[in-house]
């Protein structure tokens, strides 16, 4: 799956930067500077600017750079565009994945997970519970994230964590998945929880079994960076 991620997103960004080179090479004259036609600059920004937020986030340095040389339709704007646009093609062909944000996350996730499932088939349910309550929390965290919501509390000088249980509560309220998943990741964190304060007695190997499958399943459906 995380193969897949990383192959649509090479095809994606050899589509964008044709996008671009195509916009260059059918630009309008005026009396100070050529610039893009206005079809083409609108849909080039924003084909752009989506890509890289989905990819990298907004606070990268790719999406605050193609934001401000893309704010106008002149020629020499969109010729900075390009340039932002193959560098990131070629950090993507160049192989340093490990730089965007979500890409090599799910291929991480998964090797856990088959950790975490290998753990289980040798009988030992504990550390499996609390490696799969592991991903999830993270990946609630990369929810966050992505809808902009906070995964930090202000206080004073120090920003502490939020709780998952706070995460998930507010992913639900803000309707990044339903409330049925709200109560199911509800469940998962209080096994997980158990299995990390050595309340082994509590839990048995079956549902970590089912946490295990419900926790792919879900991580399937919600994805952080599409």
């Known amino acids: ?42 849909a080039l920004r924003a084909a752009g600017l989506s890509f890289i937020e989905s990819t990298f986030g907004r606070d990268h340095s790719y999406y605050r750079e193609f934001d401000k040389r893309l704010d106008n339709s002149y020629k ?25 944000r979500g890409l090599v996350t799910a291929e991480v996730f ?13 009988k030992y349910k504990d550390p499996s519970a609390v490696l799969i309550g ?12 992505a809808a ?7 206080s004073g000088e120090s920003s502490p964590p939020r709780k998952a249980d706070r995460l998930n509560s507010d992913l639900a309220a803000a309707n990044v998945y339903s409330k049925l998943d709200q109560k199911q990741v509800t469940a998962w964190l209080d096994l997980r929880n158990k299995a990390a304060h050595g309340k082994y007695s509590e839990y048995t190997g079956e549902q970590v079994a089912l946490m295990l499958a419900g926790v792919r399943d879900f991580l399937s459906r919600t994805r952080a960076a599409v």
């Not at 592991?134 to 994230?145: F, M, Y």
């Not at 902009?148 to 202000?154: K, L, R």
Request: aromatic letters at 6%; hydrophobic letters at 40%; proline letters at 2%.
């Open 76 to 100: 020499y704007q969109g010729e900075y565009a390009l340039g932002v646009l193959k560098a990131i093609r070629d950090q993507i062909h160049g192989g340093w994945l490990e730089t965007t």
């Open 148 to 154: 902009s919501i906070a995964t930090e509390d202000a």
């Open 110 to 122: 998964s090797d856990f997970l088959e950790m975490a499932a290998h753990l289980l088939d040798q």
């Open 1 to 42: 799956m995380a193969t897949m991620r990383i192959e649509t997103l090479r095809i994606r960004i050899e589509q964008l930067v044709e996008q671009a080179e195509t916009a260059l090479r059918d630009v309008l004259s005026s009396h100070v500077n050529p610039y893009l036609r206005p079809g083409d600059w609108a």
């Open 134 to 145: 592991t991903v999830l929390e993270e990946h609630l965290r990369q929810l966050c994230a």
